[in-house]
Nanobody, 123 residues
Framework: QVQVVESGGGLVQAGGSLRLSCAASGGTFSTYTVAWFRQAPGKEREFVAAIYWSVGGPYYADSVKGRFNLFRASGQNTVNLQMNSLQPEDTAVYYC????????????????WGQGTQVTVSS
């Protein structure tokens, strides 16, 4: 099972942008779906966006569609999440995850998880 290493995150004002990165460790993403989830205090972990590394395009939760962009950096075996037009409701701990299922969206579909990175959007 490949491991994932997250970077990025931080504090930004509403309307601003941040980029999160998820790198493969101990393997490659070549046969994995790589996803971002987020969890706000007192709420369940929710799906944000994902992409199957080898083929196809990204897919998104409705709440971030049109604002977030998920893309591969193939030479670096990394998946980046560009987050634009951030709003206070985007504040959460963001987790990268990798799993074998195609078009996966459920937490249970992913076996490898990062430690999480905090994103805070001030109003």
């Amino acid at each position: 099972q490949v491991q994932v290493v997250e970077s990025g995150g931080g504090l930004v004002q509403a309307g601003g942008s941040l980029r999160l990165s998820c790198a493969a460790s101990g393997g490659t993403f070549s046969t994995y779906t790589v996803a971002w989830f987020r969890q706000a205090p007192g709420k369940e972990r929710e799906f944000v966006a994902a992409i199957y590394w080898s083929v196809g395009g990204p897919y998104y939760a409705d709440s971030v569609k049109g604002r977030f962009n998920l893309f591969r950096a193939s030479g670096q075996n990394t998946v980046n999440l560009q987050m634009n037009s951030l709003q206070p409701e985007d504040t959460a701990v963001y987790y990268c995850a990798a799993g074998r299922n195609y078009y996966a969206k459920r937490v249970a579909d992913f076996g490898s998880w990062g430690q999480g990175t905090q994103v805070t959007v001030s109003s």
